[in-house]
């Protein structure tokens, strides 16, 4: 199976992404890659990408990670139908009733205001 993901590359601290499709099974490192299909810069969102291309691919059974989904999506790129986004997991505080923003507030009185520093 086909997926279609990030690569990076880039110095440290200064990510670029190349967006390949790859056999899912393969680490994206690998270097092993069917098409590259664009380049993704974070840090000025310069986005160059091949339509045509991923389209190509996503027609003939390409799973598009999430992130590479949403850059997709955000440039016009038509997703498949059979295409599920990805819903992030809520997260649930296990002993709710003991956090702090949970507890009772504190009234303060007027007699500790007044109240003389020592």
Not at 75 to 84: A, E, F, I, S
């Amino acid at each position: 199976m086909l997926a279609i993901r990030m690569q990076r590359n880039g110095r440290t601290h200064y990510p670029t992404y190349r967006i390949v499709v790859q056999e899912s099974q393969r680490h994206p490192l690998s270097g092993r890659v069917v098409a590259e299909v664009g380049n993704y810069n974070p840090q000025t969102k310069a986005l160059t990408l091949d339509k045509e291309l991923v389209e190509k691919y996503l027609s003939n059974g390409a799973q598009p990670s999430s992130r590479v989904a949403f850059i997709l999506k955000k440039n016009g790129v038509k997703l498949p139908k059979w295409y599920k986004e990805h819903t992030p997991k809520k997260s649930v505080a296990k002993h709710a009733d003991k956090l702090r923003k949970n507890q009772p507030k504190e009234e303060v009185t007027s007699a500790e205001e007044s109240a003389p520093e020592a």
